[in-house]
């Protein structure tokens, strides 16, 4: 019987039984910094609650073994296999720990403006808007879109002030099977009369979308809220109080921006006199912790970094931003070696592409900057650096490194089909330019799977990017 003759409800039945998928193919992936790991005709195992249960490399017979694994039928498991080309891979899925949803229609417009002013003119007005929840149904779908379609499985999202179109944007991961940390912006200080809220209010609109989110996933497996005081500048000392209150109460993510421009270190100095720093606003409010991802992090000092580490808080580095909108650049290898956790973000709209894949390059491309500053080696990252920041970086930056970034028995199968031979692809992979290709050996098999990911790194978009899973569940698929 063929695909197209078989019934509809006969079908979902067929579905119903199924109880496991055992994916067969080439597995990328960093299991540490700095280290690739391509794991060749591997099988793994994905159980119902979307966790890997097995991953099996160098598998002879992944049908049988998943059988004998699992002890069900058959028609109990499906089986997926994308071993059928030499440049199709699965690699975790990307990770986003910093982006603005709303801010997206402004992808690419900040002229030649720096943080303060270009708020001001540009993203101040955006967001205002958003009281508008038509407007922010268009925007927000848009965005969980775009995403997904370039391989982001997973996002830190900055919503607005405004409470009905941040649930909004909740619903709208939730629909679409993103998992994404949802935050309300808090901001009752210097910003416009058309963009600001007292404190009450501020307090009232966090909790009701506390209420929303938990509501719609009450186990927060896909959507969960992240506090979001806006930055230090923008947020009273008894606002910033409160919730780093309401962060220990109930042990919530918490994001915000620090050290992004030499401008606004200085009004945090202005405005909070009595702080020795201005990570040290956010340590004395109770907004530092494991869970909290501070993004930018630039013109640190060597205590505010070691304030970081002490307290498991994570960096969102926005390489694409910091360029764009000329904030400086964040030197990574200082915070990884004194063991700060650091991740990417494509922070749209300081940024201009929602592409992880594209901020992970601009990151390379950084610190090369920094080492041609400093001519120190050092700073420099691989290609396997900074695919780590785009994966297990972000994972351990929303404290899920336990179960998100890597392909090992445990965590959740969150993970992006590259092929880069697709049609209209970006990469021209010249299969004949390395003899070393198609080759088993094991050294040989890392040695190709280091020059595939390198061209896609450089080369790749979301083209490439083929389909997508969420704790998983098929959440995308590009035909
Ligand atoms: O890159 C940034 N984007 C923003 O929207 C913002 N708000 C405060 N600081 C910020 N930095």
Not at 29 to 44: D, I, M, Q, S, Y
Not at 351 to 358: D, R
Not at 406 to 427: A, E, H, M, R, W
Request: net charge negative.
């Amino acid at each position: 019987m063929t695909k197209h003759h078989f019934p509809a409800h006969l079908a979902a039945k067929a579905l119903e039984a199924i109880k496991f998928t055992c994916y067969f193919g080439t597995f990328v992936h960093t299991p540490e910094l700095g280290r690739l790991e391509a794991l060749t005709r591997c099988a793994v195992g994905v159980d119902e609650t979307g966790t890997i249960a097995f991953v099996q490399e160098n598998c002879q017979d992944y049908k049988k073994y998943t059988l004998d694994f699992t002890k069900l039928s058959q028609e109990q498991v499906r089986f997926v296999d994308v071993s059928d080309s030499e440049v199709k891979f699965f690699v975790p899925g990307f990770i986003d720990t910093h982006i603005h949803a709303p801010q997206f229609p402004n992808n690419g417009i900040f002229g030649d403006s720096t943080l303060m002013d270009w708020l001001e003119k540009y993203t101040f007005p955006l967001e205002s808007s958003f009281k508008d929840v038509s407007l922010a149904t268009e925007i927000y779908n848009k965005v969980v879109d775009r995403t997904l379609s370039n391989g982001t499985t997973a996002a830190a999202y900055y919503a607005t002030i405004h409470a009905e179109a941040t649930n909004l944007l909740a619903d709208v991961a939730l629909t679409r099977g993103q998992r994404a940390l949802i935050g309300k912006v808090c901001m009752n200080q210097n910003s416009p009369d058309h963009y600001i809220e007292t404190f009450e209010e501020s307090k009232q609109s966090q909790l009701e979308v506390i209420r929303h989110v938990e509501a719609r996933d009450p186990t927060g497996t896909l959507v969960s809220p992240v506090l979001t005081p806006r930055f230090a500048p923008s947020c009273t000392e008894n606002l910033m109080e409160w919730l780093g209150e309401l962060r220990k109460s109930r042990n919530y993510h918490c994001q915000t921006h620090l050290s992004e421009n030499k401008r606004e270190i200085e009004v945090a100095h202005e405005l909070f006199p009595d702080y020795d720093s201005y990570t040290d606003i956010y340590h004395k409010s109770g907004l530092l912790g494991p869970k909290t991802i501070l993004a930018h992090c630039i013109h640190l000092s060597d205590h505010e970094k070691d304030l970081l580490a002490q307290t498991g808080s994570g960096v969102s580095h926005c390489p694409t931003s910091n360029s764009s909108i000329t904030s400086g650049e964040a030197r990574i290898r200082w915070l990884l070696n004194s063991n700060v956790k650091v991740s990417l973000g494509t922070d749209c709209s300081g940024g201009f592409t929602p592409s992880v894949l594209q901020v992970a390059k601009h990151a390379l491309l950084v610190s090369n900057h920094l080492v041609m500053k400093s001519e120190n080696d050092f700073e420099k990252l691989s290609t396997s650096d900074v695919l780590y920041l785009a994966t297990v970086g972000g994972a351990e930056v929303l404290n899920m490194d336990v179960k998100l970034g890597k392909f090992q028995v445990g965590y959740k199968f969150d993970t992006q089909l590259i092929q880069l031979d697709c049609d209209n692809s970006p990469v021209d992979t010249f299969a004949f330019q390395n003899p070393r290709w198609g080759q088993v050996d094991r050294k040989e098999s890392i040695d190709k799977f280091q020059d595939l990911i390198d061209k896609w790194i450089f080369n790749g978009d979301d083209r490439n990017v083929r389909q997508v899973f969420v704790n998983g569940r098929s959440v995308l698929q590009k035909n």
